[in-house]
C-alpha cells in the first residue's frame, strides 16, 4: 500500500507520466468537518496513515501529480446497506455505529471529476465529498424508513466501544471543495439524495 505504490510513481515520473493518485478524508483525525486542503496531515487510523505516507512522498513531484482526496464512496449499491435491508425484512435486528460518520459521493461523480482533471491535466491537491456526514445510525433509521421496514429493529452501537472494532473512530469525514468549486464549478453533492439513489435499488 506503500512502498510499491511509491516505486511504482517514481518509474512513472521518470518517464514523464502525469500521475493521479487517489487519496482519502481519512489522512485527517476527523476532529472537525470540512477539512481543507492545505491543512496539516493528522492520520489517526492505519489506513489513513498508509496514504498519508504515500502523499508525503509524491508532494516531492509537485507539478507532475494530482491527489484526490475523497469521502466514501458509493456505488450503484453498497453490500452493507443490502445487507442491512435484507436483516430488516427477515425481522432481525441491526446494530449500526452511532459515533461512526460517512459522507457519500457517488462513483460516477468521482470519474466525472477525474475525467476533467485528466482533460486538464490539473495538478495540485483536490477534495471531493459529501454535503454532510451522517452518522451510520442515522443512515440505518433513512434505510428503513425509506423502505417501510421495521425501524424498532435497529438497536444502534457505539464503534468506540465494540471489541469487534479496533481502529480509531474517526468523528467527522467532510472535506472543503473550494478548489474543485473554483476551478470546475463543482459543489458537494446532497448526501440524503445520493442515498436514496442506492435505498431505491434495494426495494423489492
Not at 140 to 156: S, W
Request: proline share 5%; hydrophobic share 40%.
Amino acid at each position: 500500500n506503500v512502498d510499491n505504490i511509491i516505486d511504482l510513481a517514481n518509474q512513472l515520473f521518470s518517464k514523464g507520466i502525469f500521475v493521479i493518485y487517489m487519496s482519502t478524508s481519512a489522512v485527517f483525525d476527523g476532529s472537525k468537518s470540512f477539512r481543507k486542503a492545505e491543512e496539516t496531515l493528522s492520520p489517526i487510523t492505519e489506513y489513513g496513515k498508509q496514504r498519508a505516507d504515500v502523499e508525503s512522498h509524491l508532494s516531492c513531484f509537485a507539478d507532475s501529480v494530482t491527489i484526490l482526496r475523497t469521502t466514501k464512496v458509493v456505488g450503484s449499491t453498497v453490500p452493507l446497506f443490502r445487507e442491512r435491508s435484507a436483516r430488516l425484512r427477515a425481522n432481525k435486528s441491526i446494530h449500526p455505529f452511532s459515533d461512526m460518520t460517512l459522507a457519500p459521493i457517488p462513483l460516477k461523480y468521482v470519474v466525472s471529476v477525474l475525467k476533467m482533471i485528466i482533460d486538464r491535466r490539473t495538478n495540485g491537491i483536490f477534495q471531493l465529498s459529501g454535503d454532510r456526514d451522517l452518522s451510520y445510525k442515522e443512515v440505518a433509521f433513512m434505510e428503513a424508513e425509506y423502505l417501510g421496514l421495521k425501524t424498532e429493529l435497529i438497536q444502534p452501537i457505539m464503534a468506540s466501544q465494540y471489541d469487534g472494532y479496533k481502529e480509531p473512530v474517526i468523528k467527522y469525514t467532510t472535506l472543503d471543495m473550494e478548489r474543485l468549486k473554483n476551478l470546475f464549478g463543482i459543489i458537494p453533492p446532497k448526501s440524503e439524495w445520493i442515498l436514496h439513489q442506492i435505498f431505491s435499488i434495494l426495494e423489492p
